[in-house]
């Protein structure tokens, strides 16, 4: 309900300012409970901004956690025009002379030239395509002839290139010869040019024939260009012929260890950086961070600052600390610090002992500094049951609170206005009646003299 509102036009008071000094002074608890409520926001977005950088350093101690991470392989080709390779971590670490003679290929033969291949070629009857009838009738083009070959499916693919009908193998090798037997009766294959008149391909494009190459010396033939049964765990691409022999090495995958273990160190710091800024007090500017002083957060960081320094005993004793492959404490935020030319020489010489520092071996129980380490983040993480869950829904559930606290005394103060408002009214209008009364007396009195 609207109330009227009359200013000091006979008191000559400012209403609105004194009732707005005092609605100032009862909104006060409010403004107090508002800032209370953004000082509560502020700490739980900067949990859930730890709770983010926690996820990251979870998804990075899961890669050190893999034993492939540490046993992969690579296989590094001196000409990568000739062949390429995959290893996978069964392979052994070895050197390899490969020289490829000739790329297995797929038989591919081809029509006469026709004017238009979507015109009508008055061609009728049947022929097989590696045993796969293809029915031919008179409306048929080149076109639609390509379209049925490969609808029956035969195990070649046609297709109409330079107004000429190709017919290529879906495999290479010798034995990829495309079987054509021709309609007797109407000759269809004959007519269109792709068989003699004594039943021999006419226009071969492309010859079956398998891969040739050797590898150390051993002449080795096989169907395709990729090889995988030549040597133990590589896959070969054979990519051309070269007379050279290309120089095909196979080691340990030290590059991908390193990339992961710095990818962790990187997520660690950003998480220590983090929470170090959170908890700092900077004296020059007087200003704290939005989490200084939370113990539970300060336990997080004195947790992993001891599980990135703990000595692993269940580790090989020559590489059981992070600071013995290259990793150390760098400063007072307790950010780690890579040298990475330590790193990749330990892991070259020993990626198994790595693997046991880390926790990825179950020869010693998965024991190591990735799994204690992601032990602790679960603990926090813990979808439900963590401790940053926890937290987070505690601090929504006083932001919830303060909101009806506060919507509860805007409503008393709303009620509180307008009563202010209609006292003072009704002041104004007490004045008001006042001062008619006392004109109207003066007018009587003045009169009154008036006869006398």
């Known amino acids: 309900m609207t109330v009227m509102r009359i200013t000091g036009v006979m008191s000559g008071l400012d209403t609105e300012e004194i009732i707005n000094k005092l609605m100032a002074i009862e909104r006060r608890p409010i403004d107090l409970l508002n800032s209370k409520k953004a000082t509560l926001e502020k700490q739980k977005t900067a949990w859930q901004e730890i709770n983010t950088k926690l996820a990251d350093l979870h998804s990075k101690l899961a890669d050190l956690k893999l034993m492939s991470t540490y046993t992969g392989k690579v296989a590094t080709s001196s000409n990568t025009s000739v062949v390429t390779a995959t290893a996978s971590s069964s392979a052994t670490s070895a050197v390899y002379s490969i020289?490829?003679?000739?790329?297995?290929?797929?038989?591919?033969?081809?029509?006469?030239?026709?004017?238009?291949?979507a015109a009508a070629l008055n061609l009728s009857g049947t022929f097989t395509v590696e045993g796969v009838a293809v029915t031919v009738a008179t409306t048929d083009s080149l076109n639609s002839?390509?379209?049925?070959?490969?609808?029956?499916?035969?195990?070649?693919?046609?297709?109409?290139?330079?107004?000429?009908?190709?017919?290529?193998?879906?495999?290479?090798?010798?034995?990829?010869?495309?079987?054509?037997?021709?309609?007797?009766?109407?000759?269809?294959?004959?007519?269109?040019?792709?068989l003699t008149a004594t039943n021999t391909i006419k226009n071969q494009?492309?010859?079956?024939?398998?891969?040739?190459?050797?590898?150390?010396?051993?002449?080795?033939?096989?169907?395709?260009?990729?090889?995988?049964?030549?040597?133990?765990?590589?896959?070969?691409?054979?990519?051309?012929?070269?007379?050279?022999?290309?120089?095909?090495?196979?080691?340990?995958?030290?590059?991908?260890?390193?990339?992961?273990i710095k990818a962790f160190v990187d997520s660690y710091n950003a998480l220590m950086s983090d929470i170090a800024t959170k908890l700092d007090y900077d004296s020059d500017t007087k200003t704290a961070g939005v989490l200084q002083g939370d113990r539970s957060l300060t336990d997080l960081e004195n947790q992993l600052r001891r599980k990135s320094s703990e000595i692993i005993s269940t580790a090989d004793p020559t590489l059981n600390a992070l600071n013995l492959i290259g990793i150390t404490?760098?400063?007072k935020e307790s950010t780690l610090t890579v040298n990475e030319t330590k790193l990749t020489d330990v892991l070259s010489a020993s990626p198994d002992k790595v693997a046991l520092l880390f926790g990825a071996s179950s020869t010693n129980g998965n024991d190591g500094v990735a799994t204690r380490m992601d032990s602790t983040v679960n603990l926090w993480t813990l979808s439900g049951t963590g401790f940053l869950a926890a937290k987070t829904d505690s601090l929504g559930n006083e932001i919830t609170d303060i909101e009806k606290q506060v919507q509860r005394m805007e409503n008393r103060l709303s009620i509180r206005e307008r009563n202010l408002w209609r006292q003072f009214t009704a002041l104004e209008e007490m004045l008001a009646r006042m001062n008619a009364q006392s004109s109207w007396l003066a007018a009587q009195f003045s009169q009154m003299s008036g006869t006398t």
Do not use: C, M, Y
């Not at 020289?99 to 291949?117: C, R, Y």
């Not at 990729?226 to 070969?236: E, H, M, N, Q």
């Open 99 to 117: 020289t490829v003679t000739q790329l297995a290929q797929a038989h591919s033969v081809a029509s006469d030239q026709f004017a238009d291949p």
């Open 145 to 194: 002839i390509r379209d049925k070959i490969n609808a029956a499916n035969a195990g070649a693919t046609a297709s109409v290139i330079d107004n000429r009908l190709v017919i290529t193998s879906n495999t290479t090798g010798a034995a990829s010869t495309i079987d054509f037997v021709d309609d007797a009766t109407t000759g269809v294959l004959k007519s269109l040019g792709i």
């Open 205 to 260: 494009l492309v010859a079956a024939q398998d891969a040739a190459f050797t590898v150390n010396g051993l002449n080795i033939t096989r169907s395709t260009n990729t090889v995988s049964d030549v040597i133990s765990g590589v896959t070969l691409t054979l990519k051309g012929a070269s007379a050279t022999a290309v120089s095909l090495e196979v080691k340990n995958d030290t590059q991908t260890a390193v990339n992961k």
């Open 329 to 331: 404490t760098s400063n």
